[in-house]
């Protein structure tokens, strides 16, 4: 019998060595994992390298994980934006380095590790000081840029609902960049709300088959959420707005 379910967050992690590289899924908080990321920072594995979008917000999640210790570089398209501040403070003291990529690289390198391809050209870059070091070629009389697939030892990602064969459902845009890294890692661990029936979810919406999940844990209803419905946002810690603060609740 197939069941990829753990108990809490903390068994979800277990395993993770020092050194690892670990992709974390989000677009800023959305879709960001933070339960997981928790655990990691209780778990204690340190000297990581950190593939994500952003270089975490406030003082939660990838932001915590940077302010504990544990990150030694960040591979990321967005680095900097109002709340990064602890980010900030590292690279600038030198206690963090800092792998800047694309967006559209940044996807497209873990996608690339998920389908086996050796690695791709691409016009994004060229000519600046993210191409220094690397093939270059002219294309269809373009200078094209050779980029290498992006893999990880584990991936951290967050989805809606799934099932205990690890089939998983996300919601709306906090989808993001978990498919492509659910299938970049050698160990995908995801936490979702809620951990449904087998035949409980519409073929037609899994987006990330079962295959490509190792763990899964329930988490319970995020805090902004009424049922699938958004009913607030959330402020820089993470709790969620009254309504005169744009919340709606």
Same mark, same amino acid.
């Given at each position: 019998?197939?069941? =990829?379910?753990? #108990?809490?967050?903390?068994?979800?992690? @277990?395993?993770?060595?020092?050194?690892s590289t670990i992709m974390i899924g989000g677009f800023g908080r959305a879709g960001q994992p933070v339960e997981l990321i928790d655990a990691l920072i209780a778990h204690g594995a340190s000297d990581l390298t950190i593939v994500s979008n952003n270089a975490g917000n406030g003082e939660t999640g990838i932001a915590a994980l940077l302010a504990a210790g544990r990150v030694r570089k960040i591979v990321c398209s967005f680095p900097r934006q109002?709340?990064?501040? &602890?980010?900030?403070?590292?690279?600038?003291?030198?206690? =963090? /380095?800092?792998?800047?990529?694309?967006?559209? #690289? !940044?996807?497209?390198?873990?996608?690339?590790?998920?389908?086996?391809?050796?690695?791709?050209?691409?016009?994004?870059?060229?000519?600046? @000081?993210?191409?220094?070091?690397?093939?270059?070629?002219?294309?269809?009389?373009? /200078?094209?840029?050779? $980029?290498?697939?992006?893999?990880?030892?584990?991936?951290?990602?967050?989805?809606? *609902?799934?099932?205990? +064969?690890? #089939?998983?459902?996300?919601?709306?845009?906090?989808? #993001?960049?978990?498919? &492509?890294?659910?299938?970049?890692?050698?160990?995908?661990?995801?936490?979702?709300?809620?951990?449904? /029936?087998?035949?409980?979810?519409?073929? $037609?919406?899994?987006?990330?088959?079962?295959?490509?999940?190792? *763990?899964?844990?329930?988490?319970?209803?995020?805090? +902004? !959420?009424?049922?699938?419905?958004?009913?607030?946002?959330?402020?820089?810690?993470?709790?969620?707005?009254?309504?005169? $603060?744009?919340?709606?609740?």
């Amino acid at each position: 019998m197939i069941d =990829v379910t753990v #108990n809490t967050p903390m068994d979800a992690v @277990v395993g993770v060595a020092d050194g690892s590289t670990i992709m974390i899924g989000g677009f800023g908080r959305a879709g960001q994992p933070v339960e997981l990321i928790d655990a990691l920072i209780a778990h204690g594995a340190s000297d990581l390298t950190i593939v994500s979008n952003n270089a975490g917000n406030g003082e939660t999640g990838i932001a915590a994980l940077l302010a504990a210790g544990r990150v030694r570089k960040i591979v990321c398209s967005f680095p900097r934006q109002h709340d990064s501040y &602890v980010f900030d403070r590292l690279y600038r003291a030198g206690e =963090v /380095e800092l792998e800047l990529v694309p967006q559209g #690289n !940044l996807a497209e390198r873990m996608r690339a590790a998920g389908a086996g391809i050796g690695g791709f050209f691409t016009p994004t870059g060229a000519g600046t @000081v993210l191409a220094q070091g690397k093939e270059t070629r002219m294309l269809d009389g373009r /200078e094209q840029v050779f $980029e290498l697939p992006l893999h990880a030892d584990v991936a951290l990602i967050s989805a809606l *609902r799934g099932d205990r +064969w690890g #089939n998983l459902v996300y919601r709306k845009t906090s989808r #993001n960049f978990g498919p &492509v890294m659910a299938t970049a890692a050698a160990v995908t661990v995801a936490q979702v709300d809620e951990i449904v /029936e087998l035949g409980d979810l519409d073929p $037609e919406t899994v987006v990330t088959p079962g295959l490509f999940v190792d *763990r899964l844990v329930a988490v319970g209803q995020r805090a +902004w !959420l009424d049922g699938d419905r958004f009913v607030g946002g959330v402020d820089v810690a993470g709790a969620p707005l009254r309504a005169e $603060e744009g919340g709606s609740r």
